[in-house]
């Protein structure tokens, strides 16, 4: 199985900040990353697919980056709606999901 | 709307048996590979089974493998987990997702809100 290995698991920044989260494939996963934005109470978004593909709606301040085992999800300017929990996803081989990354205003 | 509902959560004890079911709405289910996904009270979330558009392909986390069963019925639009020697840390919410594409092989861009299963004697 493949695990995923995600860090930090805890953010704290400004408004306005540029953030990296990044995420780690046990094995190669090509480019079959997914990233997912979580608030609390609600059910996950995808945010993007393919390691950098946004879905429609998503601002373009978010971008994605990596492939084989190496990922990065990146948020150039935080704005106030992006404090949440963030989890990577790999699906080359089934799924696997990172612990996640909750991301405070600090 | 695209939309996807849960049902069948609950309380119950360790040992017993539940079934969830996903019912769909606004898009062609018959077209997308179906998922289940869960989350732990104060957990991360944790890939449970996964079934194809036509139900030949069916996956399993290890941590359910051999006790819980994924199955959909296309002309019903709903997709089903039943889940059997329920153990306390299978407590969590539970979500139905919908695959990108038909086979085991896409995110989930489609999530519905969840139903909870409690397990505990």
């Known amino acids: 199985d493949i695990q995923m290995t995600q860090f930090p698991s805890t953010l704290s920044a400004f408004v306005g900040d540029r953030v990296t989260i990044t995420c780690r494939a046990s094995?190669?996963?090509?480019?079959?990353l997914a990233w997912y934005q979580q608030k609390p109470g609600r059910a996950p978004k995808l945010l993007m697919s393919?390691?950098?593909s946004l879905e429609s709606g998503v601002p373009s301040r978010f971008s994605g980056s990596g492939s084989g085992t190496e990922f990065t999800l990146t948020i150039s300017s935080l704005q106030p709606d992006d404090f949440a929990t963030y989890y990577c996803q790999q699906y080359h081989s089934f799924s696997t999901f990172g612990q996640g990354t909750k991301l405070e205003i600090k | 709307e695209v939309q996807l509902v849960e049902s069948g959560g609950g309380s119950v004890q360790p040992g017993t048996s539940l079934r969830l079911s996903c019912a769909a709405s606004g898009f062609a289910f018959e077209d997308h590979a179906m998922e289940w996904v869960r989350q732990a009270p104060g957990k991360g979330l944790e890939w449970v089974a996964g079934i194809s558009w036509d139900s030949d392909t069916v996956a399993y986390a290890d941590s359910v493998k051999g006790r819980f069963t994924v199955s959909r019925d296309n002309a019903k639009r709903s997709l089903y987990l039943r889940m059997n020697s329920l153990r306390d840390d299978d407590t969590a919410f539970y979500y139905c997702a919908r695959s990108g594409g038909t086979f085991l092989d896409d995110a989930f861009d489609i999530w519905g809100q969840g139903t909870v299963v409690t397990v505990s004697s």
């Open positions: 393919m390691t950098s």
């Open positions: 094995q190669s996963v090509s480019n079959w």
